[in-house]
């Protein structure tokens, strides 16, 4: 696993609490590119690449996220192989 590529998935109350659009603000903040998404069981996935500290700055964040969320547990871990890197950091809808 690479340190500065993390993927993510975000357990708790973390939809329809502003969670991606907070994550998005703060990679941008950070420096860092990638992804963050809805999954349908009601998790939050993201993927981050960037600078070893922003990538570890930005996954700290995701532990507590938007003051309307309630994080549970993060599942972490490295990006797939040959995983697309974004230009910026998107919102998957």
Do not use: Y
């Not at 590119?33 to 070893?52: F, I, P, Q």
């Amino acid at each position: 696993m690479s340190a500065n590529c993390l993927r993510l998935r975000i357990h708790g109350r973390v939809q329809g609490v502003w969670f991606r659009e907070s994550t998005k603000s703060r990679a941008l903040e950070l420096g860092v590119s990638g992804w963050v998404r809805n999954l349908g069981d009601g998790t939050v996935e993201a993927e981050m690449h960037g600078e070893v500290a922003a990538v570890r700055a930005l996954a700290d964040w995701c532990r507590v996220g938007p003051p309307a969320a309630r994080v549970e547990r993060v599942e972490e871990g490295g990006c797939p192989e040959g995983g697309a890197c974004h230009e910026g950091f998107v919102v998957l809808r």
